[in-house]
């Protein structure tokens, strides 16, 4: 299943996508549905005309929309769709910034939310501590061979996300999981090595 999605293109919505709180109110939107700002407020510890403000900039930029509302006197706004990407190999000066601002935005929360996670790790039963955490691994693959593993994991990820658009179909103890995919490339070294790696510290798989 494909999920729906918004993919930005443009410069300007790439610099207005780029701020947290903006990104925290897309992400509470397709967590939890439909609401109104002062809901959102509420969940996320924010004023509500801070937030209202930012659900219009979000709808400039096609993120957000007004959802029908129950009465006349709420005025609820919901996630035009659930996902978000953009491109990273435009060659175009402007977007190749605005972009790298969105990258470093994003990056920041997925600090913010791994430490949030480390902080009530220890209070998680033990079959989600043990399938949960962080870790790396090193590769050498050529950039078309890095672009069909990315395929491969998408689409194994794909097969839950009728899951994200039907609560119906998740099972009863499923919990809502964030894995995040992060491909880092090294420097290039000034010469390529004809010995295999035996860096003592290189980091391992930590659950």
Known sequence: MTLPEVKLSDPVALRGYAHPLRMALVGLLRREGPMTATRAAERLGESVPNCSFHLRQLAKYGLAERAPAGDARERPWRATAANTTWDGASDDPRVQAATEALNATQLALYVRYAEQFLARRADEP??????????????YVTADEMAALTERIDAL?????????DPSRRPADARRVSLVQLALLD?????????????PTEPGRAR
């Open 126 to 139: 033990t079959a989600w501590r043990a399938v949960t955490g962080f870790g790396d691994t090193s590769l």
């Open 157 to 165: 990820l794909a097969e839950y996300h009728d899951r994200i658009t």
């Open 187 to 199: 420097a290039a070294p000034a010469t390529s090595p004809t010995t295999p790696d035996a860096d």
